[in-house]
């Protein structure tokens, strides 16, 4: 049973460019979830998708955009990038169990993107 | 608002001693809890998690925590540390129902021989 993949595994950008993310959830779950962590920081949330909607959003700025595809993946864009926006972007997947009640996180590999 | 205090950015012990991490939370109603682990140029590995029945949870590894309302509290034990236990470690709080994870800055696990 696969768990969260996401690709790619390490990206360098320039400042203004725009990128996209990629994530493939466990095989059952629905949910997607994205989180940046920079560098010697936990992880915070930017946003999570389910039904292909967006569900719930951190305290992001619109830059940071996402999708969610019929068959759960998901993709995270962001555009203009600055220099702070280099970081770990981790991918986590869930399910919803009933009432909006929703199973653990588990968390992909990551994408670390650098931003020159 | 929820919030997440983790008490020691870095944490050494010697192999076989007692592994402590501190977790205290902020929340207006008892929140799900989470600790995770993440070794070097990894995503994030579930430790154990709480939501609900005993206070005590038993996670992979040898780890488990306490839940105690009274203090805020959800800090992680093992009774014997061993050299693979080296690594980052993140308390969690979520919403009672799940939805977005709010993180701790992260304990760093040191163990010497």
């Known amino acids: 049973d696969a768990g969260v993949t996401q690709s790619p595994t390490h990206l360098i950008k320039t400042r203004g460019q725009q990128v996209t993310l990629r994530c493939s959830p466990k095989?059952?779950?629905?949910?997607v979830s994205w989180y940046q962590q920079a560098l010697g920081q936990g992880p915070q949330f930017i946003f999570q998708?389910?039904?292909?909607?967006?569900?719930q959003r951190g305290n992001f700025p619109d830059r940071f955009s996402g999708h969610q595809f019929p068959n759960y993946s998901s993709e995270l864009n962001v555009n203009a990038l600055l220099l702070g926006d280099s970081a770990l972007y981790l991918c986590?997947?869930?399910?919803?169990?009933?009432?909006?009640?929703?199973?653990?996180?588990?968390f992909g590999p990551g994408t670390r993107l650098l931003v020159l | 608002a929820q919030s997440v205090t983790q008490l020691g950015s870095h944490v050494s012990v010697s192999e076989g001693a007692l592994v402590l991490l501190r977790c205290n939370y902020s929340s207006s109603v008892p929140p799900y809890l989470f600790w995770y682990v993440q070794y070097p140029n990894q995503g994030l590995q579930l430790l154990l998690k709480y939501t609900t029945g005993a206070t005590l949870v038993k996670g992979i590894n040898g780890f488990e925590a306490e839940f105690k309302k009274s203090e805020t509290s959800f800090h992680l034990t093992k009774p014997s540390a061993h050299m693979s236990d080296a690594a980052e470690y993140f308390c969690a709080v979520s919403a009672r129902g799940g939805g977005k994870l709010i993180f701790g800055q992260g304990t760093e696990l040191s163990v010497k021989p």
């Open positions: 986590a997947s869930s399910f919803i169990v009933v009432a909006g009640d929703q199973e653990t996180q588990y």
């Open positions: 998708y389910y039904e292909e909607e967006e569900r």
């Open positions: 095989s059952g779950h629905d949910t």
